[in-house]
Protein backbone atom coordinates (compact mmCIF):
# COMPACT_ATOMS: atom_id res chain seq x y z
CA UNK A 1 0.00 0.00 0.00
CA UNK A 2 1.31 3.32 -0.87
CA UNK A 3 2.55 5.69 1.99
CA UNK A 4 -0.23 8.64 1.53
CA UNK A 5 0.39 11.72 3.13
CA UNK A 6 -2.11 15.07 3.42
CA UNK A 7 -0.28 18.20 2.75
CA UNK A 8 -1.49 21.64 4.44
CA UNK A 9 -0.59 24.42 2.89
CA UNK A 10 1.45 26.67 5.15
CA UNK A 11 3.40 28.89 2.68
CA UNK A 12 5.70 31.72 2.40
CA UNK A 13 6.77 33.55 -0.39
CA UNK A 14 4.04 32.46 -3.01
CA UNK A 15 3.46 33.84 -6.73
CA UNK A 16 6.60 34.98 -9.31
CA UNK A 17 7.30 38.03 -6.96
CA UNK A 18 7.75 35.55 -3.44
CA UNK A 19 10.04 33.08 -5.92
CA UNK A 20 12.05 36.29 -7.41
CA UNK A 21 13.03 37.38 -3.50
CA UNK A 22 14.12 33.94 -2.60
CA UNK A 23 11.47 33.22 0.08
CA UNK A 24 11.01 29.88 1.26
CA UNK A 25 8.19 27.62 0.34
CA UNK A 26 7.14 25.59 3.67
CA UNK A 27 4.02 22.86 4.08
CA UNK A 28 3.18 20.16 6.43
CA UNK A 29 2.46 16.77 5.25
CA UNK A 30 1.46 13.59 7.62
CA UNK A 31 2.23 10.25 7.06
CA UNK A 32 -0.38 7.25 7.20
CA UNK A 33 1.09 4.52 6.37
CA UNK A 34 4.16 2.58 7.26
CA UNK A 35 6.46 2.38 3.99
CA UNK A 36 9.08 4.56 5.98
CA UNK A 37 9.41 2.41 9.26
CA UNK A 38 11.18 3.19 11.54
CA UNK A 39 12.57 6.62 10.26
CA UNK A 40 8.58 7.84 10.20
CA UNK A 41 5.61 6.45 11.47
CA UNK A 42 1.89 6.49 10.76
CA UNK A 43 0.54 10.02 12.47
CA UNK A 44 4.26 11.94 11.58
CA UNK A 45 4.24 15.08 10.61
CA UNK A 46 6.69 16.53 8.11
CA UNK A 47 7.53 19.92 7.39
CA UNK A 48 8.57 20.07 3.69
CA UNK A 49 9.99 22.71 1.53
CA UNK A 50 8.08 22.82 -2.01
CA UNK A 51 10.92 22.74 -4.79
CA UNK A 52 13.63 22.29 -3.08
CA UNK A 53 16.91 20.63 -4.72
CA UNK A 54 17.01 16.85 -4.39
CA UNK A 55 19.95 14.82 -3.76
CA UNK A 56 20.56 11.23 -2.82
CA UNK A 57 19.30 10.34 0.87
CA UNK A 58 16.75 12.90 0.99
CA UNK A 59 13.25 12.49 1.83
CA UNK A 60 10.95 13.50 -0.84
CA UNK A 61 7.09 13.88 -1.23
CA UNK A 62 6.26 12.72 -4.69
CA UNK A 63 3.22 11.97 -6.74
CA UNK A 64 2.80 8.35 -7.58
CA UNK A 65 3.49 7.63 -11.38
CA UNK A 66 0.67 5.75 -11.60
CA UNK A 67 -2.40 7.29 -9.76
CA UNK A 68 -0.88 11.50 -9.70
CA UNK A 69 -3.37 12.47 -7.11
CA UNK A 70 -2.08 10.54 -4.58
CA UNK A 71 1.40 11.75 -2.87
CA UNK A 72 3.55 9.14 -1.49
CA UNK A 73 6.57 9.42 1.26
CA UNK A 74 9.77 7.93 -0.20
CA UNK A 75 13.84 7.94 0.15
CA UNK A 76 16.14 8.89 -2.85
CA UNK A 77 18.61 6.51 -3.30
CA UNK A 78 20.02 7.28 -6.82
CA UNK A 79 19.76 8.52 -10.14
CA UNK A 80 18.28 6.62 -12.69
CA UNK A 81 17.70 7.20 -16.96
CA UNK A 82 14.22 8.70 -16.20
CA UNK A 83 14.46 10.03 -13.14
CA UNK A 84 15.09 9.12 -9.33
CA UNK A 85 15.42 5.81 -7.84
CA UNK A 86 13.22 5.81 -4.54
CA UNK A 87 12.53 3.41 -1.89
CA UNK A 88 10.53 3.26 1.30
CA UNK A 89 12.88 2.35 4.68
CA UNK A 90 10.55 -0.32 5.52
CA UNK A 91 11.75 -3.50 3.67
CA UNK A 92 8.94 -5.16 3.99
CA UNK A 93 6.84 -2.71 1.84
CA UNK A 94 7.68 -2.33 -1.83
CA UNK A 95 5.52 0.04 -3.55
CA UNK A 96 8.61 1.96 -4.82
CA UNK A 97 10.79 2.37 -7.67
CA UNK A 98 10.91 -1.16 -7.54
CA UNK A 99 7.68 -1.44 -8.43
CA UNK A 100 6.92 1.85 -10.30
CA UNK A 101 10.51 2.30 -11.74
CA UNK A 102 12.41 5.95 -12.07
CA UNK A 103 10.11 8.64 -10.88
CA UNK A 104 10.89 12.03 -13.01
CA UNK A 105 11.63 15.52 -11.87
CA UNK A 106 8.30 16.43 -12.15
CA UNK A 107 6.62 14.58 -10.06
CA UNK A 108 8.46 15.35 -7.14
CA UNK A 109 6.77 17.87 -5.43
CA UNK A 110 8.71 19.07 -1.76
CA UNK A 111 11.76 17.49 0.22
CA UNK A 112 11.60 16.85 3.83
CA UNK A 113 13.56 19.01 6.07
CA UNK A 114 11.48 17.48 9.76
CA UNK A 115 9.68 15.20 11.68
CA UNK A 116 7.33 15.89 14.15
CA UNK A 117 5.91 13.20 15.53
CA UNK A 118 2.92 14.03 17.90
CA UNK A 119 2.69 13.61 21.60
CA UNK A 120 1.99 10.29 23.61
CA UNK A 121 -1.65 9.15 23.75
CA UNK A 122 -3.45 9.93 27.38
CA UNK A 123 -2.31 6.11 28.74
CA UNK A 124 1.44 7.50 28.75
CA UNK A 125 1.53 10.58 30.63
CA UNK A 126 4.61 9.10 33.01
CA UNK A 127 7.55 12.16 33.10
CA UNK A 128 10.12 9.68 31.71
CA UNK A 129 7.67 8.72 28.83
CA UNK A 130 7.08 12.65 28.07
CA UNK A 131 10.96 13.26 28.42
CA UNK A 132 11.50 10.42 26.27
CA UNK A 133 8.91 11.60 23.72
CA UNK A 134 10.27 15.64 23.76
CA UNK A 135 13.68 14.38 22.88
CA UNK A 136 12.72 12.60 19.92
CA UNK A 137 9.80 14.70 18.65
CA UNK A 138 11.60 16.98 16.36
CA UNK A 139 14.02 15.17 14.13
CA UNK A 140 15.92 16.62 11.11
CA UNK A 141 15.07 14.03 8.20
CA UNK A 142 17.36 13.98 4.90
CA UNK A 143 20.53 12.89 4.01
CA UNK A 144 22.32 10.79 6.19
CA UNK A 145 20.97 6.78 6.56
CA UNK A 146 18.99 5.15 3.66
CA UNK A 147 16.69 2.41 3.33
CA UNK A 148 18.14 -0.76 5.39
CA UNK A 149 20.44 1.41 7.80
CA UNK A 150 23.09 1.67 4.42
CA UNK A 151 24.47 5.09 4.65
CA UNK A 152 23.14 7.35 1.49
CA UNK A 153 25.62 9.00 -0.68
CA UNK A 154 25.64 13.03 -1.45
CA UNK A 155 26.14 12.72 -5.43
CA UNK A 156 22.91 13.13 -7.92
CA UNK A 157 22.38 16.52 -6.79
CA UNK A 158 19.55 18.43 -8.47
CA UNK A 159 16.99 21.38 -8.83
CA UNK A 160 13.23 20.70 -9.81
CA UNK A 161 12.49 22.67 -13.07
CA UNK A 162 9.02 24.13 -12.80
CA UNK A 163 7.78 25.98 -9.79
CA UNK A 164 4.96 23.80 -7.62
CA UNK A 165 1.20 25.57 -7.83
CA UNK A 166 0.10 25.96 -3.89
CA UNK A 167 -2.03 28.55 -1.98
CA UNK A 168 -2.53 28.96 1.60
CA UNK A 169 -6.02 27.68 1.93
CA UNK A 170 -5.96 24.49 -0.43
CA UNK A 171 -5.52 20.89 1.13
CA UNK A 172 -4.63 18.09 -1.01
CA UNK A 173 -5.64 14.57 0.95
CA UNK A 174 -4.74 11.26 -0.83
CA UNK A 175 -6.60 8.95 -0.61
Request: proline share 8%.
Amino acid sequence: MPERTRERGRERGQGEDGERHGLLRIGLAEVYNPSMVPTLRPGDQLVVRYGAGVRVGDVVVLRHPFAQDLLIVKRVVGRRPGGWWVEGDNPYVHNDSREFGAVPDELVVARALARLRPPPGAGQRSVAGLLSWAASAVRPVGSGRGPLGRLAGRSGRSGRSGRPERSLSRRLRAR
